[in-house]
């Protein structure tokens, strides 16, 4: 019992030793240590900083996954993220209209809310105010059950509006806030807005609904589809957001096939001429996306590290030869050769610590340089600061232990009297 | 002797130089009893130093025997050889070979801290030491803060501080001016009379006259072995003792 504590209390006092010689050794040497550190450092900042972004990306879109309505199938000629191929037959197809929307609506038995979505880009203006390139979305009520979201102030679009085709609107947060600057919110309601010079009645507002990979889904007007298709027009093919219960998303899809297929009069010997798009697409496409930016972090990372490594291995070389004598000194007052080695192996893991936490330091404010720069977001998580403080002093530790090797195999007498 | 301290028979040290075997000690023997004081006198190349790194296990002989404390040295692993440094010697050396970044207590506290002694406890004895070499008031110096022979008395404090049941100092006064040197080898004379075991090494044989007993080495061999005064008088080739 009483060896253990001495050798706990032995063990502790020579790493406390270690990381004190490394602090003043530190402070000793200001210039030497900060360009000792600076590929660390670099590192570290890199990694951290791409892993802030990518940690910042999750959370807003997982936000935004859980307002979107995650077990809906959205069906139109398109299909998502295909990037080029097909593109040309795509455009050729048929347009979804409100044939489509009736059949769906009549006649599936799964879906728990149809509604669809007609849209276009158009300037919307107020007075003097005009905000350009603002997406129009020509709906109906069941929108909110499709697609999420809350109405802020007022009302939604009613079924009302939709049969008589009045010109109301609902108009997303950031459109509020632009037109109707200086005012209350509430007093937005029962104003006149004009979308490509047609007056509407602001009947709503949206609350907040953020970004999503850089979408920003509150520069928004939404309006009755049927007004949409009347004075605004549109050659546009109509989107059918269908939502239905957890778990049967698959049956919805054959029903949906079943439905278009018909509707469109797709022989049977011919492939679906349209698709039907899931939330998770963009969750995959997510996916890659991120994957890829974790593969580039951590090959940059890597790759910085193993040149901070390399100076952190040849400082502590120096170290090592410097300090030949104290070493000897050490050795002749008692300490073993292992001794030895912990002390140069706590100094070297210290020096890159300490190089990590300036790292991840200036990382995370690169992290929110970025996000306040361009539409991504950063997140400060306690796993990243962990993150770079411990593979720091693992690289410190790595490449700290054949310096630290040399060091506890001198030869006592020879560094005593190494001059 | 009944029971010595230090027993050395037939100790021999060879080291191998560009081919040649150079005998740097070649066959020494004797025995020294707890609370001597005992000079090891020879000019330089005499093997002197080759005898003191082997007393001070640091070092390890090509053949012969060595035991220290009733214990036999030679064949210990290294972490053993690192232990009985710690406990059993405490060196003072030519260049004082302090710490220099550490303050006169951290570095009289560094045997203690190998022998894992809580901190506590660490502190008072290192303080007591020193304030025991008149270095109370300067605990917290640097080394470059004082001067040689207080820099001297800090590693006689780091020496004793363990409580060793032998102090071996490697010309202690070489680096010192004449006064400086009287103060500490007084010092020695002070921990000789309060029953400590001194093995000193050292050129000057006006120093070793002072010691009650000296060996005198050359070209590897003890050539004298006997009163401190007589052999530092003593020319090389004859023995005081035979």
């Known amino acids: 019992m009483k060896a253990l504590r001495r050798r706990f209390v032995r063990a502790t006092a020579e790493i406390a030793e270690g990381a004190r010689i490394a602090v003043s050794a530190l402070v000793g040497a200001r210039l030497r240590s900060f360009l000792t550190t600076l590929g660390i450092v670099i590192g570290v900042m890199t990694v951290i900083a791409i892993v802030a972004i990518i940690q910042g990306l999750d959370r807003s879109f997982q936000a935004q996954m859980a307002n979107l309505g995650a077990h809906t199938l959205y069906a139109n000629k398109w299909k998502w993220f295909t990037g080029s191929d097909g593109w040309w037959e795509m455009r050729n197809r048929k347009n979804f209209g409100i044939a489509e929307l009736r059949a769906v609506e009549e006649e599936s038995t799964l879906a728990t809310a149809v509604a669809p979505m007609a849209g276009q880009r158009a300037l919307v203006s107020r007075l003097d105010r005009e905000i350009e390139n603002v997406q129009v979305i020509g709906t109906s009520p069941r929108y909110l059950d499709t697609n999420g979201g809350t109405v802020a102030q007022g009302r939604f679009l009613s079924d009302p509006d939709v049969e008589l085709s009045r010109n109301t609107a609902v108009i997303g947060a950031d459109v509020a806030q632009r037109l109707f600057e200086g005012m209350r919110p509430e007093e937005a309601i029962g104003r006149k807005v004009l979308v490509r010079g047609v007056p509407f009645t602001v009947v709503g507002t949206m609350a907040r609904r953020g970004r999503m990979l850089g979408m920003d889904l509150d520069v928004n007007v939404l309006v009755p589809y049927t007004t949409l298709l009347r004075d605004l027009g549109s050659r546009r093919s109509m989107t059918i957001a269908v939502a239905t219960e957890p778990g049967k998303m698959e049956a919805l899809e054959d029903e949906l096939t079943g439905i278009l297929r018909r509707v469109r009069r797709v022989p049977p010997e011919k492939k679906d001429d349209f698709a039907l798009n899931r939330q998770d697409q963009v969750l995959r496409l997510y996916g890659q996306l991120t994957g890829a930016l974790y593969g580039v972090a951590v090959g940059v990372g890597l790759i910085t590290l193993v040149v901070g490594g390399i100076g952190i291995m040849n400082i502590m070389l120096v170290s090592v030869t410097e300090r030949t004598r104290e070493i000897g000194v050490r050795r002749a007052l008692g300490a073993r050769r292992r001794t030895i080695l912990l002390q140069f192996l706590v100094e070297s893991s210290v020096v890159a610590a300490l190089g990590g936490a300036v790292g991840t330091f200036l990382g995370l404010g690169v992290a929110q340089i970025v996000a306040a720069v361009t539409p991504l977001a950063a997140a400060v998580t306690p796993s990243a600061v962990a993150l770079g403080l411990g593979f720091s002093a693992g690289v410190g530790l790595l490449f700290g232990s054949w310096p630290a090797w040399r060091a506890a195999r001198l030869d006592p007498v020879e560094a005593l009297r190494y001059e | ?242």
């Open chain 2, 1 to 242: 002797m009944a029971d010595p301290l230090i027993e050395i028979r037939d100790l021999a040290r060879h080291y191998v130089v560009g081919g040649e075997i150079v005998r740097a000690l070649d066959g020494v023997s004797f025995a020294i009893g707890r609370g001597e004081w005992v000079a090891i006198v020879g000019q330089s190349g005499s093997g002197k130093s080759t005898l003191m790194n082997l007393v001070g296990c640091l070092d390890t002989p090509t053949s012969g025997s060595y035991r220290l404390a009733g214990a036999d040295v030679q064949g210990l692993p290294d972490d053993a050889l690192a232990d009985l440094r710690n406990r059993e010697i405490g060196f003072v050396f030519q260049t004082f070979q302090l710490l220099p970044r550490a303050s006169a207590v951290a570095n009289v506290e560094l045997p203690l801290v190998y022998r894992g002694i809580p901190r506590r406890e660490r502190r008072a004895r290192a303080e007591s030491a020193l304030g025991a070499v008149g270095l109370a008031n300067r605990m917290h110096h640097r080394p470059n803060e004082l001067s040689g022979g207080q820099r001297q008395r800090v590693a006689i404090a780091r020496a004793l501080v363990g409580e060793p049941s032998l102090l071996l100092a490697d010309e202690p006064t070489g680096n010192l001016d004449s006064t400086t040197g009287e103060e500490i080898i007084g010092l020695f004379e002070d921990l000789h009379r309060r029953g400590h075991t001194i093995l000193l090494v050292t050129h000057e044989p006006r120093l070793a006259a002072r010691c009650p007993r000296a060996i005198r080495l050359s070209d590897g061999r003890v050539v004298g072995d006997g009163p401190g005064a007589d052999v530092a008088a003593l020319g090389t080739g004859r023995t005081a003792r035979a």
